[in-house]
């Protein structure tokens, strides 16, 4: 093929000599299809939050090389069983609150309007980490994203 430019000849020569010598293309290298377990890096992060603190653990534990990985399974440990242990402590604390009379139940009370926010604060957070992890976006929350880059 006989164009008038002879940048695009050469080149076509160049890619048509490569593939018929079966040495490699040069290229940018891809580093968003890096493989963790056979799972694309991206996949990997979201999947380290879909059910919470356990499959963090999980990745955490089964990823050694891949620190995208490794970061998204340590925030997940530390979001996620840091709002479990909020919620226990909250129970406990409300049961022991009404045990006291009339103040302690309204305390008690307060702090069960309390726990309702635990739920849908926790499904945003999860949500928009698993979006964020699956974008291939390395996204810390503020003091919890310090402390699982420390991690990594």
């Known amino acids: ?11 076509l020569a160049t890619e048509q000599s490569q593939t018929e010598t079966g040495a490699p293309e040069t290229g940018p290298a891809d580093t968003d299809s ?4 056979g799972l694309d890096k991206n996949v990997a992060g979201a999947l380290a939050y879909l059910f919470g603190f356990v499959t ?5 534990l089964v990823e050694d090389d ?3 990985v490794r970061f998204h399974a340590a925030q997940s440990m530390i979001v996620f069983g840091g709002l479990i242990a909020f919620s226990f402590g909250v129970t406990f604390l409300q049961i022991f609150l009404e045990m006291i009379p009339v103040v302690g139940w309204m305390m008690s009370l307060g702090l069960a309007l309390l726990s309702l ?4 604060i926790g499904f945003v957070l999860w949500l928009v980490l698993l979006i964020k992890a699956y974008r291939g976006q390395r ?8 402390i699982a880059e420390g991690w990594v």
């Open 1 to 11: 093929m006989v164009t008038e430019d002879t940048n695009v000849d050469t080149e």
């Open 34 to 37: 890096e493989i963790v377990g």
């Open 56 to 60: 963090g653990l999980i990745f955490y």
């Open 66 to 68: 891949n620190e995208f």
């Open 117 to 120: 926010l635990i739920l849908p």
């Open 139 to 146: 996204y810390g929350l503020p003091v919890v994203g310090n």
